[in-house]
């Protein structure tokens, strides 16, 4: 939930990390985007600490060097579909509407700050009723 509302991450995103993908010295890690768009995002210290938590005490063991693995065997990577699923129930138990253009929008601009979201998502990939908010 901290990659998808901190850094503004896609379900597909988060889907496709892989261990590999983290660099833990240098701060940040690697986002394979649409498109075959590849690029780094600095790490926020409270995200990689949830990471870092998950890959010690919550991942199953598995073969896969996807980050995030299903919940329930067999533990393969989880699926986009996996992830917004997971983001539906979290906002069903909070009693929050799942909104994920803004909740993605929102977490960036939280996490980031305007200009680095400007810098790294181009408008063309906000979703156009936040657009306005960018400019």
């Given at each position: 939930?901290?990659?998808?509302?901190?850094?503004?991450?896609?379900?597909?995103?988060?889907?496709?990390?892989?261990?590999?993908?983290?660099?833990?010295?240098?701060?940040?890690?690697?986002?394979?985007?649409?498109?075959?768009?590849?690029?780094?995002?600095?790490?926020?210290?409270?995200?990689?600490?949830?990471?870092?938590?998950?890959?010690?005490?919550?991942?199953?063991?598995?073969?896969?060097?996807?980050?995030?693995?299903?919940?329930?065997?067999?533990a393969?990577?989880?699926?986009?579909?996996?992830?917004?699923?997971?983001?539906?129930?979290?906002s069903?138990r909070?009693?929050?509407?799942?909104?994920?253009?803004?909740?993605?929008?929102?977490?960036?601009?939280?996490g980031?700050?305007?200009?680095?979201?400007r810098?790294?998502?181009?408008?063309?990939?906000?979703?156009?009723?936040?657009?306005?908010?960018?400019?």
């Amino acid at each position: 939930m901290l990659l998808l509302a901190r850094l503004g991450l896609r379900a597909g995103e988060v889907a496709r990390l892989q261990l590999d993908d983290i660099d833990w010295r240098a701060g940040d890690l690697l986002v394979r985007g649409k498109g075959r768009r590849n690029e780094r995002l600095p790490l926020p210290g409270d995200v990689g600490a949830a990471v870092a938590g998950y890959l010690r005490k919550g991942r199953p063991h598995a073969e896969t060097r996807a980050v995030f693995l299903r919940g329930i065997a067999p533990a393969v990577a989880l699926t986009p579909q996996g992830v917004t699923w997971i983001v539906y129930a979290a906002s069903d138990r909070a009693g929050v509407p799942a909104v994920r253009s803004l909740l993605r929008l929102a977490g960036a601009v939280s996490g980031l700050g305007w200009r680095t979201v400007r810098g790294v998502r181009p408008l063309s990939v906000v979703p156009g009723c936040c657009r306005t908010y960018l400019r």
